[in-house]
């Protein structure tokens, strides 16, 4: 944590005296078993705290951090402490979808600004709700991009769709039924914290299925994956941003997962973009090269830390500052309709392949 320094009064977080600094919240899966997907995204907001800190002494900004394990139940008593809390300005989070709607009308009632660097389900900003923004693509961008890899790279007209029933992967799994159409041959609902895949396995086997689809998160995927290969099944293997974790290749295992490919709405960290190399920096701070969501996490986060800069240490002040927000970050320009959505025109999407046991970029996919 970095400390918060005298600029700001302590007070009610509505009744600051001085123009400077101010405390923000995080909150995500930083423990458990799909941390891998959020951490650094965490770690990217870390870093953009630290450089701002450093570069502006006079006006510190802190960052507390909360785990939730990506649990809605364990988000939702988050929430409440935070908006509660007077001396938190702004939120970053949440990371995963199910949290996020959780928590949205319980920040909004607190006049608090969620930025989201990685929660996608649609529905999050069709609810009229005032407080959620966030700087990726929905699942209308993703589920159609997959959708395209593969019935344009693979060429499948076989594919068997599957999906935890959260509300991440059950949304955009069903993107991706929609937009495949006739394609989809088969599909299945897995549960969270599922170990044994043999009945839905089985049915891929009858679908005659040359593409598998996951809908949902390194937990359930893994395992599944690793059965599928034990039980003869080659078929091709996809999955959304929920996959994106080392953890997916080391627990499905390195042959298993080899040439899996991984959706996502974000970015290779060597490809941010910014008046510095983001991928070096953040590789000798937290010893490796930055994972899933790690430069949209420093976007989120320096969305916030614009506002502070300029003066807006409020909850109301930094609300509206991230709703006229237009600035060009290390992922895109950042810019928010009316609904809290990033500019469409601005989200691209990357398919990363497992090679090797590691997951590495490997085309950008046309939404």
């Not at 450089?51 to 909360?66: D, I, L, Q, S």
């Not at 009945?199 to 059965?227: C, N, W």
């Amino acid at each position: 944590m970095v400390a918060l320094a005298g600029c700001q009064t302590g007070g009610t977080g509505d009744n600051n005296q001085a123009k400077c600094g101010g405390k923000i919240a995080i909150f995500g899966a930083f423990s458990g078993g799909n941390a891998g997907i959020v951490t650094p995204s965490r770690d990217g907001a870390k870093m953009a705290v630290e450089k701002f800190n450093a570069a502006n002494p006079n006006c510190k900004v802190t960052m507390v951090e909360f785990d939730t394990e990506g649990d809605p139940a364990k988000a939702t008593p988050v929430a409440a402490q935070v908006a509660a809390d007077q001396s938190f300005v702004a939120v970053i989070g949440g990371h995963f979808s199910g949290e996020s709607r959780a928590t949205m009308k319980t920040y909004e009632g607190g006049g608090l600004v969620m930025v989201s660097p990685s929660a996608t389900a649609t529905d999050l900003t069709t609810t009229g709700n005032k407080s959620f923004h966030r700087v990726v693509g929905n699942d209308d961008s993703q589920g159609p991009a997959i959708a395209n890899y593969i019935s344009k790279v693979w060429k499948s007209t076989k594919v068997f769709v599957t999906d935890d029933g959260s509300a991440y992967g059950a949304a955009l799994a069903n993107t991706v039924k929609s937009k495949l159409g006739t394609a989809v041959v088969g599909n299945d609902k897995v549960q969270e914290k599922q170990a044994d895949f043999a009945a839905t396995i089985a049915k891929v086997k009858t679908s005659g299925a040359d593409v598998v689809f996951h809908g949902g998160y390194v937990r359930e995927a893994a395992p599944m994956l690793k059965q599928l290969r034990a039980a003869g099944v080659q078929a091709k293997f996809i999955g959304g941003d929920g996959l994106y974790d080392p953890a997916f290749a080391e627990s499905a295992g390195k042959t298993e997962s080899e040439g899996a490919i991984v959706t996502c709405p974000c970015i290779a960290g060597d490809k941010a973009k910014g008046g510095f190399d983001f991928a070096a920096e953040f590789k000798t701070k937290f010893g490796s090269a930055p994972g899933p969501y790690a430069a949209e996490g420093y976007d989120a986060a320096t969305v916030l830390l614009d506002g502070f800069k300029a003066g807006k240490t409020t909850r109301k002040e930094l609300l509206d500052w991230v709703d006229a927000y237009n600035k060009a970050g290390l992922t895109k320009t950042i810019k928010f309709d009316d609904k809290g959505e990033v500019d469409a025109a601005n989200v691209v999407i990357w398919a990363f392949k497992v090679t090797g046991g590691q997951v590495v970029a490997d085309q950008e996919i046309p939404k």
